[in-house]
């Protein structure tokens, strides 16, 4: 069994149905890349897999390390080590990266909290690991970042929560290069380093050149509709989506 595993899942949005059957699986170790045009509900099933309020289920499963988080809070998905990296993270001003860092590893330890050495030292290995300077971790949390610190932020983040599976939503969404290589070093030190699964969300091409996906999947309107390997980035790139949504038109018809 994966450790995320999807199945048959339908999600409406108010009076619509935007998810119409999707499975899907991603274990830790895997790096997977989920694309599509906009509005083929790529987002709406990374608010789903996080439990966002505003997304009602209506069949289908939602399983994580074996146990079902369906119904779950958002907050005992994250417990339980799934981590979302939103297209536009949130700031918190008058709390510090550190602060806030030290205060999502407790929630994950319930009543065992990290100590200020062990905490330390796993922040001066996680900046060191991502060529993070340690003065950014004094800052308040996102409070005046341009678009990459903002996502440096968040790769600090999954740094220190180690997460089993990461899923990146449209995360390089308008970051210039040097953001975007931010972005995705980090990624591929975490997968190398600790082992961590990530499902990649987006519907340009080229994080893709620098993160390499083991598994692809194509999703045009609410369910996918082709998978494969990184060989499938690349027929993308050079024929776009149409030709899939002719097939797609062919099937139904």
């Not at 999947?217 to 899939?244: C, K, N």
Request: glycine content about 10%; some cysteine.
């Amino acid at each position: 069994m994966a450790d995320l595993e999807i199945k048959n899942l339908h999600v409406r949005v108010e009076d619509r149905e935007i998810l119409k059957g999707v499975d899907l699986a991603v274990s830790k170790g895997e790096v997977h890349a989920l694309m599509g045009p906009n509005g083929s509900g790529k987002s709406t099933l990374a608010n789903t897999i996080m439990g966002h309020p505003g997304y009602e289920i209506t069949d289908g499963q939602i399983t994580f390390r074996g146990e079902d988080i369906t119904a779950a809070e958002p907050e005992d998905r994250a417990q339980a080590g799934l981590f979302l990296a939103f297209q536009y993270p949130a700031a918190i001003p008058g709390v510090s990266v550190a602060n806030f860092l030290r205060m999502a590893i407790n929630t994950r330890r319930d009543d065992d909290p990290i100590g200020v050495k062990e905490f330390g030292v796993d922040l001066k290995h996680a900046t060191e690991l991502l060529h993070v300077d340690r003065e950014f971790t004094s800052r308040h949390l996102n409070d005046g970042f341009s678009g990459g610190e903002k996502k440096r932020c968040e790769i600090l983040q999954m740094a220190m929560l180690k997460p089993e599976v990461a899923v990146l939503d449209e995360t390089d969404s308008g970051l210039d290069i040097d953001a975007l290589r931010t972005v995705a070093e980090g990624v591929n030190t975490l997968h190398n380093e600790v082992g961590m699964g990530a499902l990649i969300i987006t519907h340009y091409q080229r994080i893709l050149h620098y993160i390499e996906p083991q598994f692809v999947h194509v999703m045009l309107e609410g369910r996918i509709v082709r998978e494969g390997g990184s060989e499938l980035v690349e027929q993308l790139e050079r024929e776009g989506y149409d030709f899939l949504r002719e097939e797609a038109l062919a099937s139904d018809g």
